[in-house]
């Protein structure tokens, strides 16, 4: 091969790795700027921080919701304490609370209201209800709140699932993240966004609700382990949205199975 033909060679080669090297940029420019995706097997956890972050919301809270029935016999104010007490041995020695204790001729119970040891806002009520028809239930509510970090939804979720265990009981968990958007989103925007949000996680959009500052959509999205049924269907990711025009800002709610919030 002569000189010119081996000069022509090497440019044609130079020419064809940049142009493989420029596919290759493209290509991971175009992969990086796709939404996030959850594998629809994983941990529900995941699957809920992938939604958040890919709505583009600024995080402002997450909480935990738990509650369900201990037992159906009629609990003294000692036996509701104990229970209590139980609930505390998981929520830290250095739990800043405050607490109420009731009983009438119906109903016996504590109420507490405070923060964890780790940080987490805790609002917590044991009661036993009597009726006049001679049945009794006790049961267990408690709100796990974490307002910094996006990553506490493993962490958060867990301590509400090991208080129900302490305390002898079965409860249900929802999750509820939160955060805004600094700016009012048109009907138009806030409809890509959940359809968005839902798409990053492998769900479907199956209902829905909409006014002129309101926006809530329901669906299903594969690996979330709580549903409802609404309409004959499955649900167990809802996405609310309305506008705060006090602060010029559209609010943003991630629940599942549903948003438990007033909004």
């Known amino acids: 091969m002569d000189s010119t033909k081996r000069r022509f060679w090497n440019k044609k080669m130079m020419l064809l790795i940049a142009a493989v090297m420029l596919i290759v940029i493209l290509l991971a420019i175009a992969v990086y700027f796709l939404p996030r995706t959850a594998e629809t ?115 958060i979720g867990k301590k509400a699932e090991t208080l129900f265990e302490a305390v002898g009981g079965d409860g249900e968990t929802s999750m509820l993240l939160s955060g805004e958007f600094n700016t009012i989103l048109s009907m138009d925007e806030k409809k890509s966004v959940a359809s968005l949000v839902f798409h990053s996680v492998g769900g479907e959009i199956l209902e829905g609700v909409e006014n002129e500052t309101y926006l809530s959509q329901s669906g299903y999205c594969p690996g979330l382990p709580r549903s409802v049924t609404s309409n004959d269907q499955s649900i167990n990711m809802q996405i609310a949205m309305f506008d705060n025009e006090v602060l010029d800002e559209t609010c943003f709610y991630l629940g599942s199975p549903l948003v438990f919030s007033e909004y």
């Open 41 to 155: 097997t994983g941990e529900a956890d995941d699957i809920l921080i992938t939604a958040f972050e890919n709505s583009g919301a600024v995080f402002s809270g997450v909480t935990a919701q738990s509650w369900g029935t201990l037992d159906a016999t009629a609990k003294t104010l000692d036996d509701i304490k104990a229970l209590y007490e139980k609930a505390i041995e998981v929520l830290g020695d250095q739990l800043s609370v405050e607490t109420t204790t009731y009983k009438d001729d119906y109903n016996v119970g504590i109420t507490a209201e405070g923060t964890t040891d780790d940080g987490y806002a805790v609002d917590l009520v044991i009661q036993s209800i009597s009726s006049t028809e001679g049945t009794t239930e006790t049961y267990l509510i408690v709100n796990l709140t974490e307002d910094q970090d996006l990553a506490a939804v493993p962490a």
